[in-house]
């Protein structure tokens, strides 16, 4: 009976091939109520001698089923690896999925070029809200009630009486607020207005600018706004022309034009004639300055505006200022982004 109870329990051990049916065959054998536990209470009615010899045997039973049990479970546990590992090859020769791969947006490409231009000069870089009260959009900016850009059509209002920011001058006087001058800084970012058609887009980019130091004159305005359109449109010799106009925040104000023409949609910069304006600018207002608790006595300085989809659309020849919010990769591409 002992040799066909160890015969069998290797037989079912040998012909085992997984782990599960391994621990049952093992609780069979020798768990608390198994085969070999009941073996062993039979122990207690034997005389002495039978005992010794019956024990013997079936200690000898016991070691052989657990031996082979511990065999077992090793190279079932290696089967597993090995085809676990054959299972997760990974061919590195194998030809990549195509994939279409994102690139930067035209808007933020150009505020990138725009923000390293000023960074070198020495301005930072400054953020606000887009949702304003109309002390930071308009009133600090010297611009009275009556102002038409305060009007329904031109600003988006909530129903709580904040609005939707018009340009990021709100930036510039939070940041003026909170900093003693001298101080040079851009404000970048979304802006809105109610308007819509192939030049304007009811939300579209603005970068406006700010230095404010002593003895600062129009002369630092026109260097420092030359050397900008220098960089951004990559020529030395740029024919830019400063026209008289008019800004509520700034006294006296200009409108900046470069001169230049475009042939089979390439952009030629060259003195012929035709003159494109590319931003406004101005000396800061001397009410600007004391809205924010500045003494235009003793500070002075300048400020300018861009709109970056504007200045986009002329270095890279883009048409619809829509396009900008398609969201279309083609589009991109075919712009060379
Ligand atoms: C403060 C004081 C003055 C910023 C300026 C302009 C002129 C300007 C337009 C260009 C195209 C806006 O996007 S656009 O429509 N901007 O012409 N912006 S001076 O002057 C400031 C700004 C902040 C505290």
Not at 97 to 121: L, N
Not at 263 to 289: A, D, F, Q, S, Y
Request: glycine share 8%; charged share 25%.
């Amino acid at each position: 009976m002992e040799n066909s109870l160890k015969t069998e329990a290797l037989e079912k051990i040998k012909s085992c091939n997984n782990l599960k049916e391994l621990e049952e065959i093992r609780l069979h054998y020798l768990g608390k109520t198994g085969v070999i536990a009941g073996e062993m209470k039979k122990l207690g009615s034997l005389d002495q001698e039978s005992r010794k010899s019956f024990g013997a045997v079936i200690n000898e039973i016991k070691i052989a089923i657990t031996d082979s049990l511990a065999a077992k479970k090793e190279e079932l546990e290696k089967a597993f690896i090995l085809e676990k590992i054959a299972k997760e090859k990974i061919d590195v020769t194998a030809p990549i999925r195509p994939e279409i791969k994102g690139t930067i947006h035209p808007i933020s490409f150009v505020i990138d070029e725009i923000v390293e231009i000023f960074a070198s000069m020495g301005f930072e870089v400054e953020f606000g809200p887009e949702v304003e009260d109309d002390f930071h959009n308009f009133t600090a900016l010297n611009i009275p009630e009556n102002h038409p850009a305060r009007q329904m059509h031109d600003t988006f209002y909530m129903p709580n009486g904040m609005l939707l920011r018009t340009h990021t001058s709100s930036v510039e006087i939070r940041a003026m607020t909170n900093k003693k001058p001298p101080f040079r800084f851009i404000a970048p970012g979304r802006v809105y207005r109610c308007e819509s058609d192939m030049t304007h887009s009811p939300m579209f980019h603005q970068l406006e600018g700010m230095l404010i130091d002593k003895d600062i004159t129009m002369a630092h305005l026109k260097g420092c706004i030359t050397e900008f359109l220098q960089r951004f449109f990559e020529r030395d010799n740029i024919p830019v022309r400063f026209r008289p106009s008019f800004f509520p925040f700034t006294e006296p104000s200009a409108e900046v034009d470069i001169g230049c023409s475009r042939k089979n949609g390439e952009l030629i910069i060259e003195e012929n004639g035709n003159w494109m304006e590319v931003l406004g600018c101005g000396m800061t207002h001397p009410n600007v300055l004391r809205n924010v608790g500045i003494d235009p006595e003793e500070y002075q300085g300048f400020a300018f505006g861009m709109g970056i989809e504007r200045l986009a659309m002329l270095k890279y020849g883009i048409g619809d200022v829509r396009s900008f919010f398609t969201s279309d990769v083609r589009w991109m591409k075919h712009y060379g982004f």
